[in-house]
């Protein structure tokens, strides 16, 4: 869908879902069925191997299934809304104070590791 210029030179432009929410979202939705990654990208109408990777790492996190080449949400439907609570929450104090800002980050990080993790110790 196009911008205005407005829109475009302000850098107010729309943002839409990542693929990962998409991915979620889609399957929450049809959490009955289970799909493959081609039908899945089909239907959010994004490539196959960025849903790959997505539905590879929403995996890792224990929000999505997968038997052979297809893939469902997860049956532990209060681990997805604690995923996507923590998400909003994480967005929103992201767009009150500005993000972070990587060189502002390196700037005040420490020049030596913290004693914890020094000589391969651990914080316990």
Known sequence: ?????DEFESGDL??????????VTYLY??????FTRGEIATA???NPNTVGTSLSRL?????????GEYWTITADHDRIAGAYD???AS?????ADGGIDADEWDEAAPALPH???RNGESDR
Do not use: C, F, N
């Not at 939705?29 to 289970?34: E, L």
């Open 1 to 5: 869908m196009p911008v205005s210029i």
């Open 14 to 23: 729309p943002s839409s879902p990542s693929v990962p929410e998409q991915v």
């Open 29 to 34: 939705s049809r959490r009955d069925k289970a």
């Open 44 to 46: 959010i109408d994004e």
């Open 59 to 67: 995996k890792d996190r224990d929000l999505v299934r997968h038997k």
């Open 86 to 88: 923590l998400h909003t």
């Open 91 to 95: 967005s929103r104090l992201e767009d």
């Open 115 to 117: 004693p914890s993790e």
